[in-house]
């Protein structure tokens, strides 16, 4: 069997952390690592044998060397990642611990990805041999130029038959470039094939309509796979988190006429809540590409995500050995020699 | 509204931990900070936005340096800080996990602090603009001239009509100079306005009559508040040990005619014990200060003491955001970005 | 009373393990430390006051020389330790955390150990004044030299009328050298005074007979109590896996009349799984030559064991009162001052 | 006698470095430290005794509070620091070794600082009781805004006869914001009592004639007093750099009638070579308040920054005993207990 | 212009080193790198922007998965890389200071790479777009098979007119497996195209009569060239140790009718000496495919060799600029912002 | 040949030292490491091979713990090692670089060892095998009780015909319980065999005439033989520091009729000097117990002594081969595989 060809576009942040669960006062040096959504997903992706190759900007200084250094090490092609530009987004994080929350601190603006031109990338070379493509809101976010980059990228996908996965959920303080969500999210979004988004996102970014108190996460979906045809599929995550250490994580798709609903994993003991969503995101497109249905892709992206909040860094680096084992329900964490 | 002005008076000590939870026997290297349990509640007022001054003596070699250093860095005024002597006050710290107890071993006989000549501080000036003062009998168990130096300030004190409050929990191997607590405590406490002491302190400590097996915390607040008319209320603490990880913390205090009770909290993974009733008296008294009544007080303080646990070293560094947030309820520990 | 004196013997292997959590992948040192089965035994014994002998090879080289100054520095005599060869067992650790399983890579092959020479090794003078003798299944499975040490030295033992300890736990993947566990392990293991092992163990390596389905523990014991008349008692032990961080431990021992349980320990935050096993000999052996009787040796056994797994490293390092305290029930982990 | 009190101005950045000699591309963590020109001879004086407050803007987020809370910790009064904005200037380090260079990459523009108001700022207030004040070109470079603090504050220092120290060493790749040097620091630099400066810089940046060929770092000098009349004194550092580690530094100061040349100071180690220059400034304005003449100043100036090439960080923290014995020809590095 | 591309064979060691200048026996953790002496030339070319394929053989374990992650983070192509056998080569270091040496341990024997079988690889397929090979003879010493893989390379490579360079210095303590050198190393040398040997290796290795007393390296080189008449340049690099700390090195060249010398490169802190010839040869191969003539690479590559001194790990991070810096007689260190 | 055994007495005192070159100020953790003078010279010729005994009292607590576990680990004997008493002696060590001085804090007053009971040491058992005994003046100077046990201990010794080493090294800010050196040490010294001494030391602390002016080291030497009978050999070591890491040392010996002078070696690149005179003294008894003459001890001594100053930590670990690697004049610092 031909090993499957993903390729992921978004922007990659430097992360500096506060060692253990020192506060940002606290600590005389932070750990570094590099991470983004869309290249999350390419790293889990990589790190279960796919082909993956994110596409992006880094700057051109030692701080960008360092990040593409950083990606090539987890086996993600960067033939298509652009040097130029003077800086790299940062964010800052400080870890939390029982009902004491994590927090992030932001320094992305006028990074080197944001100012990108769009014509840097030729979308039909670049997606040539893809088997899926794979974009965030987060971008589109970011700047005119960035929302165009993702809208030239999805209309080639779509024309060139590749299925395209598309995560739409809504963060707190994006969208400063005096555009709204609404005003370029639905263009880009109607070529997906499959949506991340709940009932909120797509009432609110895709202009569905919904109405909260009577209608249900299926009732949205039907209208969204309605108004937005290429979408076949649309796909929800829910958390319950008990403290900073204790959660609990699901996921449930509809395809238009079923609803799956996945098995729930609890994490007793949370290392790294970042990049959660992007493993299952990772997780599930690994199935979509390689398991047997849709159910299948749900439970191995749940388990991937619950697997990835035990590790440190924003990505999942556990073994198709590891995830399947937690699928088939194996909590025990006994010692493999 | 003006920023309210504590002045806080006791010992720093050196605190030297093995990281993380490697045992004194193990470790290549400690971990450096300080703390002292007046220092402490200090520490909290000042990162709750208080002016807080704390009086001390520190030695006149690199390590009282160091630790002058530290305690301007927690925004707390050192102007009353006294250079003199040889010796640091030490302790160091050993971690437990589960059902292993944390270990302290204290090396701080002949300090600097003890040493200390109560002629040095001039109290009027020290507490001319002060709008509380905060003392603790750890200091009275010092020295003779320790304990002077508390009767000294909370007699100024109170001829300034600045609240006392007064923290007599007792410790097991203080009180080494000669002195029994009964021959010096009553007096100094008398002069308190919030008293911190559990019933048996109060018999103990106080010389109150006090029947364990018939009377109850409240029996013993009332012998207390007649027999020492300066004070008008006294607040205990409990606290729940399910494991060195696991603890639950509740406050309560009588005022003369009711008996408030705290919510209770729940830290289900501990991460630095430390100064967590200082912590709550840090925010008792912050809402002493700045909230609507005492059992808001209350709440504030022992919400306040939860996060404390939360946080490495011996004091309280949480917002008043985030102390808020606990007060009302929220545990779920989500990133905040 | 006169402190006793056992003796050990096995490999010594140099263990890296990825500090916190981190994946072998991720980390970019390691931490060093030095364990094996026996010696961890022998570290617990030494640890808890008694004399202990370890008996070993170690490479002719820099590693040689630190693993035999971290073996002194456990108060572990090391006058029998023969150094020799130039390769020094490794293994790898990568820990786990919630449901993630630690990891561990074994690099021990051609070790000078492997490679002994039994005539190197003068018994009768080793255990001249020894009161007790441990080894284990894993040295016999090592290689065909390290099988007649073994057999050498239990020999000896028996001829002097030193009761002998024998772990014969059976781990997947040893014995390679071309014989199988039942051609080696009967003739040594039938020296023994006290056997650890299970009913499967009993089955598989001694060669007695056992019917799963309808038999018990107890009846392997008799039976091979019966095919083995030197052994006196038998013991196991038995671990509830819920999480790599939660696991719950207890012990039982079969004395040829009756079956003894120890109480359950719950251990609800593990630092450090690997030696639980070792920890629950140490105690148990020291309980053997200290305690009472039986049921004492189990149960202070499980509570060194319990506390082994909130201890960084392969050995026991908490003091007869922590692990008496605990026999006593308090888990409450209160700070000790 | 009175301590004197200095006021400095300018940006503070966060500073973060590769461990030891590690390249950036390298490093899995990172030194945080903040620096600044200003603060750092802020941070100088206070070090030696004097009451040094630095004014600048941090932003409103957990690395400002970070920021102010190193701040205070160098003894550095606060009172002026204006939270505001959400950026935070960073720098990152890599240290070079031998004839490797260190390298630094900028990350500074568009921070709080940058975006300043000059009417924060009430510099009669904050003069009111100064004895001095610092501020550098760099500060003028950053934008319009920061330019015209600079000019407000050196105009008030003037009228309150409060000598001004100006360093105006111009380094490449600032002034971005579409004004020339010239265009703004002539003026500024106009009510400086002392000037930091070189030939070339009063010729490029202070429109003096100088012919590089012909004339001396004394003509220059003797041609910028006489058009700017306010300035009484120029001082110039050199460097002769034989490798990363090795240096060679002297100082020289022209006071309108005569030279006067420092003590060459040989550092045959540098740790740090980071505000090697801040650090004179401090040492010479140390100087300048408290010493007997300019040869003193620029002797002490000297014997500091060398020193300063000793220690880790962007500031210096040698003692004045240490300065006056280096001053004194003392190079021999005995311990000292 | 085209990237050159270049193709390098050998094995792949994990190098675990004490931290700064700890004794091994000292540490209680290691840095862990990898290093090989053809892989670090690899890296020194890919460094310079060159592609690199490295080819080598890596154990199926938790080591090997992270050996090929940290291949890929030097930008070198890893498609090649082989999986198969379960043991790492693993290198002990130990740093000196001053006159005390480093020292290394070795501990490779029975590696994956040691068992490889020749057949696993295509070199016609590995070298059909390469523009270079390079191997060396440290290969050609681990085993038969390792030694029958360099031969096919060679052969290959010279069939497809591809130039090859052959490192043939000899370090004690290799050959093991029955053969002797010059068993084995003239034919796989014949098919070079340059060769790194001194005099001493032409003599003992690959035959060549040669009298020390009377004769000199170019006299040595003549009748090399003239036995293996493939090979047009041999180069040697000469070392003046003065200390651990400070070492001087140059390089020289035959091409058969001249002898070129390189500049002297003096290193006065010397932070990482282990691939100093490597990176001279990594740097000597891009000249020859990037620079005008011999001189120019030898220059190159000296000055890539004393920077390599300079930087933690086996191999040169330093840029094209920063050697031409060096090659132009720049030492000064001086910062680069 | 039989080894040969060294009985040592002194405190032993843990070193907390501020990691790399950062002063105290400004660490956030600290080295741990134990170093006594007598210790050193114990810790010396363990690693040597000899048979080593130190007599130390150390406390009762988990600081006393370590510090006999990391004697231990050293190959010392701590048979005779008094576990009594609650406070270990410290010392906080800041580490200079270039001019700047290293800089040590001492916390040892009222330690376990200072109030000792020379009653406690039966020191015709603990000498009773012994072929060599040391003290120095640093015990004598500690406490009345303490220069007691030095007194008996130098008497039994003298009586079985054990030599002696004293060390009489005089350092500031010692005898402060009320005798002067000139009190005690006289009586002490007076049963050595060899002296460490200067002429100073002879003339200030044993009352030899000497007239700094007029008379010679070698006369000082004559004086101190003639009043003290039993000496036979005076010691002295020699440094020229001309920085905190460039220093130059040698030693020389009187032996009452001729002065031998050793070789000077000179250390380019200083890791930690402290214990080198210890290491000079372990290396010349060394060379007393096991080598031809006393040239050969002073030169084994004198390079032991240079070697230790390039290794971390208070004594000397470099072995007998690197040690006469160094007398033969190999100063290359050549790595050794």
Known sequence: ??????????????????????????????????????MNVAASLANLGMVAKHVTVLPDNLLGKKAKSFIRKLDINTQNVIIS???????????????????????????????????????????????????????????????????????????LNIPISSDIYFRQGQWKYGKLPTDVLPEIASYSTVLLANELNMRDL??????????????????TL???????KIVDTDRQSFSSHHNKISSKLFDGSQLYESET????????????????????????????????????????????HTIEGDFNLASIEEIQNLVSGDISGRIKR
């Open 1 to 38: 069997m031909d090993t499957k060809k993903v390729v992921t576009f978004g922007e990659v942040m430097m992360r500096l952390s506060a060692p253990g669960y020192q506060k940002i006062v606290q600590t005389a040096n932070m750990e570094v690592r590099f991470g983004g959504s869309e």
């Open 85 to 159: 530009g003077n800086r790299m987004g940062l964010y800052f994080l400080e870890k939390g611990a029982s009902m004491r929350s994590s927090q992030i601190v932001y320094d992305r603006e006028n990074s080197a990805f944001e100012k990108l031109d769009p014509d840097w990338f030729d979308w039909a070379e670049i997606l040539s041999d893809a088997n899926w493509f794979h974009w965030s809101g987060i971008t589109a976010a970011l700047s005119s130029s960035a929302a165009k980059a993702c809208l030239d990228a999805v209309k080639m996908a779509n024309k």
């Open 206 to 223: 895709l202009g569905v309509e919904f109405d909260e108190e009577t209608e249900s996460f299926e009732d949205a979906c039907r209208k």
């Open 226 to 232: 309605q108004k937005y045809p290429n979408i076949k």
């Open 265 to 308: 994993q609890e994490i007793t003991f949370i290392i790294d809540r970042v990049g959660g969503g992007d493993a299952f995101l990772g997780g599930f497109i690994y199935g979509q590409l390689n398991l047997d249905n849709d159910l299948e892709s749900l439970n191995f992206g749940t388990a991937a995500s619950a697997l990835k």
